[in-house]
C-alpha cells in the first residue's frame, strides 16, 4: 500500500521555511503550494513530478482487527468493579431480574444486562 509520509514532508518545510509571523491558514496554503511545486523525478532526471510524490511510501500493513459494534462482548470491567446498576440500588439480593436474552441474574435496578448488555428496561 503507498501512503503519504506527512511527518516527513512537513520537518523538511518547516526546516527551510521561516514561518514566525504566520498564521496557520497561511502555513497551510504555503505547505500545500510547495507540495504541488515540480521538483526533478528522482528516478528520470528529465522528467519533474510534483514534490508530493517524493513523500510517497511503499508500506506493508499487519491485518487490522475488525470491531463488531452490533456485538457485545464483557470484558469483565463491571464485574470486577462491584458496581452493579444503578449508584443509588438497594443491598438487598432477594430482589434480582433474569435477562430475558442470556438468563443472568442482574439486580433489580439494573437498566443493562452485565452478561450480554441487553435492555432489560
Given at each position: 500500500?503507498?501512503?503519504?509520509?506527512?511527518?516527513?514532508a512537513?520537518?523538511?518545510?518547516?526546516?527551510?521555511?521561516?514561518?514566525?509571523?504566520?498564521?496557520?491558514?497561511?502555513?497551510?496554503?504555503?505547505?500545500?503550494?510547495?507540495?504541488?511545486?515540480?521538483?526533478?523525478?528522482?528516478e528520470?532526471?528529465?522528467d519533474?513530478?510534483?514534490?508530493?510524490?517524493?513523500?510517497?511510501?511503499e508500506?506493508?500493513?499487519?491485518?487490522?482487527?475488525?470491531?463488531?459494534?452490533?456485538?457485545?462482548?464483557?470484558?469483565?470491567?463491571?464485574?470486577?468493579?462491584?458496581?452493579?446498576?444503578?449508584?443509588?440500588?438497594?443491598?438487598?439480593?432477594d430482589?434480582?431480574?433474569?435477562c430475558p436474552?442470556?438468563?443472568?441474574?442482574?439486580?433489580s435496578?439494573?437498566?443493562?444486562c452485565?452478561?450480554?448488555?441487553?435492555n432489560?428496561?
Open positions: 500500500m503507498k501512503v503519504f509520509n506527512g511527518k516527513e512537513a520537518n523538511d518545510y518547516m526546516s527551510s521555511h521561516t514561518l514566525a509571523f504566520s498564521t496557520p491558514e497561511l502555513t497551510l496554503m504555503r505547505f500545500s503550494f510547495w507540495l504541488g511545486d515540480m521538483v526533478p523525478d528522482p528520470n532526471k528529465d519533474g513530478i510534483p514534490r508530493l510524490l517524493t513523500y510517497i511510501e508500506k506493508d500493513f499487519a491485518p487490522v482487527e475488525i470491531i463488531d459494534d452490533e456485538k457485545y462482548v464483557p470484558t469483565g470491567a463491571v464485574l470486577g468493579s462491584g458496581l452493579y446498576g444503578s449508584a443509588n440500588s438497594d443491598d438487598s439480593s430482589s434480582e431480574q433474569f436474552e442470556c438468563g443472568g441474574k442482574n439486580s435496578s439494573a437498566k443493562f452485565r452478561e450480554c448488555g441487553t432489560l428496561i
